[in-house]
């Protein structure tokens, strides 16, 4: 069994290559932190190995690394690391299509995008589109706040023009934007159809002209006493009525 003690090895200089991933930089592999997040790559089938304080049990295929705490330190994203974290390969697309996706467009910060997947796969919108300015999939914060919820979704990149999306919607897919216009319908009064794609935006310019220009409809949730919600708040609102939402026959 391998022991890393210095942060010059090179197996380890390659791993925090891994640790910050930022725009389109898009590597093979990413990693992630903690028992839990550990479990849910071992269960999806994408973990090749960990780096641990000591030594734990582990399948036959994926490999155990010791390292010194300084070491793990280094690889950790958190003030006090956990003391366990996982190599992944990168989660591959499963092509099949829910009957309602999700579209984020222009979210960079990756608390929100993280949670918005963890709340796509509670609701069982298993399909979320990425526009380029959207935060890296693989942020370690995104992968944090979705709570493991990375592994059960499929996740697409779309080219900041809406290419993606036009080909679904000539399949018969329904584009909705989340907005604050004036022309948007109220949640409770928007009739949602079979197929649907809910695209959300940036929190402080919206949904880009390019993307809300092939809009079908534009949805919004009524306030009373402040002007918007955050946008994951928001979404979890919308999505919730969506998934729960039946045309009339």
Do not use: W
Not at 17 to 40: C, N, R, S
Not at 141 to 164: M, P, R
Not at 173 to 191: D, G
Not at 216 to 222: A, H, K, L, Y
Request: hydrophobic share 40%; aromatic share 6%.
């Amino acid at each position: 069994m391998n022991t890393f003690k210095s942060l010059q090895d090179a197996h380890i200089k390659k791993l925090r290559l891994l640790k910050d991933q930022e725009g389109p930089f898009e590597p093979t592999h990413f990693l992630v932190e903690g028992q839990h997040l550990v479990d849910h790559a071992l269960k999806a089938g994408v973990l090749e190995s960990v780096y641990l304080l000591s030594n734990r049990s582990f399948p036959s295929e994926v490999k155990v690394f010791i390292c010194e705490a300084h070491v793990l330190a280094a690889l950790s994203h958190q003030k006090t690391p956990q003391g366990i974290i996982g190599l992944c390969r990168k989660v591959k697309s499963k092509q099949t299509l829910g009957a309602t996706m999700v579209y984020l467009d222009q979210i960079n910060d990756p608390g929100n995008v993280g949670t918005i997947l963890r709340t796509s796969l509670g609701l069982g919108l298993t399909t979320i589109i990425f526009s380029p300015k959207t935060a890296n999939r693989y942020h370690p914060k995104v992968i944090a706040s979705s709570q493991g919820a990375l592994f059960g979704l499929q996740l697409l990149e779309d080219n900041g023009e809406g290419k993606l999306i036009k080909e679904y919607q000539q399949q018969g897919y329904h584009i909705v934007a989340t907005t604050l216009s004036s022309k948007a319908i109220p949640l409770e009064q928007y009739r949602f159809k079979d197929k649907n794609i809910l695209v959300v935006g940036n929190e402080s310019h919206g949904i880009s002209e390019s993307i809300l220009a092939l809009a079908n409809g534009e949805v919004t949730i009524p306030m009373k006493q402040i002007d918007s919600l955050n946008v994951a708040v928001a979404f979890a609102i919308i999505a919730y009525r969506c998934s729960q939402y039946k045309p009339a026959a």
